[in-house]
């Protein structure tokens, strides 16, 4: 008689997976969502470096009591119809991975996670050992390696695997800053912006900030920032006169990298410089910082300030180029493992 196939029988080869890590996002534009995820992103010890008791007395005395009502005023400002930005291209990336990975004859199993808030990336993992993945490549949506963003997604999935009995194979991508399909895919999209509706004077470049304190720790962040920089302007043939580079979403009062983005734009403004092009080359994905902090307060600065045309230009999303080297990246980092589910082993008896 054919033995009852178990998903769990050591004689059945695993199945491959691909998470698809980005930060995340609150599951709506009310106070009452943007609550639990503010708490839970800046309660974690990667985010904030200081002394835990006196940042949770900061933190749930302060801040998240008047915080939640102002991000989420922000969140409403830029939600789409089918949810927060983030989610909904982060999700469509991993579906677009999936479909080009298939293409390339590779049956993985690709699935979207958050850091904080839902999709949980430890809900994901259980998930994907429920369907029989034993080998997992964790790749994240953070080209540049940063301990508050990178090490951050390490650390939650070590905190899913010690709670397991069986763990699965795990490899992690945790930096992409200089791949050469990330710096096309960038170029690309500049270009297309500027083939449709003009180029400025200036390409600003802006990154996410971190504390400077990180950086003189050990940090690559900002050399890496600045490696992406250096290599999107030769692709694109920019001089130095041409681009600049700043770091954004500063908090606090601690000192962060410079130059800040807001007081550059402001600066340029006010030098006479009439149109600038902005990119966040940092964030595959459009986002609260993104669509908000740089495409609307930015604006509002530099047109203030005296310039007359400000352009947003937006992150890689959809773009083919962008999901085309997301599966190179897979590709090269998934090589040695078995990509392709096996069939079912079964023991014939007498």
């Known amino acids: 008689m054919p033995q009852d196939n178990n998903t769990n029988d050591s004689s059945i080869a695993g199945r491959t997976a691909v998470l698809w890590c980005n930060l ?3 599951d709506a534009p009310t106070a009452a969502a943007v609550r639990p995820y503010l708490a839970e992103f800046l309660g974690d010890p990667r985010v904030v470096e200081i002394p835990k008791l006196l940042w949770a007395l900061i933190l749930h005395g302060i801040i998240l009591r008047v915080r939640p009502t102002k991000s989420a005023a922000k969140y409403a400002s830029i939600w789409m119809p089918e949810g927060s930005p983030l989610k909904v291209w982060t999700q469509k990336q991993a579906t677009l991975l999936a479909g080009w990975l298939g293409e390339r004859g590779h049956r993985v199993a690709v699935r979207d996670a958050m850091r904080y808030a839902s999709p949980s990336i430890a809900s994901r993992l259980d998930a994907l050992q429920a369907e029989g993945a034993t080998r997992v490549l964790v790749l994240q949506a953070y080209p540049q390696y940063s301990a508050t963003t990178t090490a951050s997604v390490i650390d939650a999935v070590n905190d899913w695997s010690r709670r397991q009995r069986r763990i699965p194979e ?3 991508v945790n930096q992409y800053h200089d791949d050469p399909g990330y710096i096309e895919a960038l170029a690309q999209r500049i270009e297309r912006h500027w083939k449709t509706d003009g180029r400025g004077e200036v390409l600003l470049m802006s990154f996410h900030g971190i504390p400077a304190r990180n950086i003189a720790l050990g940090d690559p962040y900002q050399a890496q920032c600045l490696e992406t920089a250096r290599l999107l302007a030769a692709r694109l043939g920019l001089s130095a006169a041409q681009h600049r580079v700043t770091f954004q979403s500063r908090f606090g ?9 807001e007081p550059t734009l402001r600066e340029l403004g006010a030098s006479g410089v009439k149109r600038v092009d902005v990119v966040c080359p940092g964030f595959p994905a459009d986002c ?8 609307m307060e930015g604006r509002e600065a530099f047109m203030h300030a005296g310039g007359q045309a400000f352009s947003y230009i937006p992150c890689l999303n959809d ?3 962008w999901i085309s080297a997301l599966a190179g990246m897979a590709e090269r980092n998934l090589a040695g493992w078995s990509t392709q589910r096996p069939a079912r082993v079964q023991k014939v008896g007498a």
């Open 24 to 26: 995340g996002s609150p």
């Open 170 to 172: 795990f490899r992690f």
């Open 253 to 261: 009062r601690a000192k962060w990298l410079e130059p800040y983005t």
């Open 288 to 295: 609260l910082e993104t669509l908000e902090e740089i495409a």
């Open 319 to 321: 773009s083919p180029a």
